[in-house]
């Protein structure tokens, strides 16, 4: 029997990788590419390519450098390379539903970048013990702290969740939000639907 993981290119991520995401663009995401099985650091429009596993974001490498502080340690470019290496390795194992998931995600996250409402961090997806498969991606507006998570079912036949709080204080929820996103309305109505929704709960002025 074949224990070996439905995806065998390696991911490697290097220290120049590291250093290229912290001097990048705003919003700038460090990826994976299935077709090509290239790493590096692209901005938030080729990020979104469904091809493209999301591995960190700019906040994502502050945020594992920052648990070496808190150890008392300062965190190497070569140190984060290597657990970012280890983080991506695991992922490939569920890679095949992220990927499906990311193509139904592709208009979402577009409307979204155009509003300079960028994701912040890799996407989750849930363990498919039952159900539709549901995945959770983590927005930024572009300026702003506030996160929203936006966990959404396969075809966005289940209710669409959208949880926006500041990150000081993430057990007082700025919005908590449910879209019934099932029914008669079309693909992209409902993607306009939800980047609305997700914008006015990101919006500090709202």
Not at 47 to 64: C, D, K, N, Y
Not at 141 to 151: F, H, N, P
Request: a negative charge.
């Amino acid at each position: 029997m074949s224990t070996s993981m439905p995806y065998r290119t390696p991911i490697h991520i290097t220290p120049d990788h590291i250093a290229a995401l912290r001097e990048a663009a705003p919003g700038t995401c460090l990826t994976w590419d299935e077709d090509t099985g290239n790493v590096e650091a692209v901005l938030p429009r080729k990020a979104i390519v469904p091809t493209r596993m999301i591995i960190t974001s700019q906040r994502g490498l502050g945020e594992l450098a920052d648990l070496y502080t808190a150890q008392g340690t300062e965190a190497t470019d070569d140190d984060l390379a290597e657990d970012l290496t280890d983080i991506a390795t695991d992922w490939l194992t569920t890679w095949p539903e992220v990927r499906a998931m990311n193509l139904m995600c592709e208009d979402l996250r577009g409307h979204l970048a155009d509003w300079c409402v960028y994701l912040t961090a890799a996407p989750t997806i849930e363990p498919h013990t039952r159900g539709l498969p549901r995945m959770t991606d983590y927005y930024r507006l572009a300026g702003c702290d506030r996160i929203a998570e936006v966990t959404v079912t396969w075809g966005f036949q289940g209710p669409t969740r959208i949880l926006s709080y500041d990150p000081i204080d993430e057990a007082r929820p700025v919005a908590d939000l449910a879209l019934d996103t099932g029914g008669t309305l079309t693909y992209r109505a409902v993607s306009d639907l939800i980047a609305g929704t997700v914008w006015q709960a990101l919006d500090l002025n709202g």
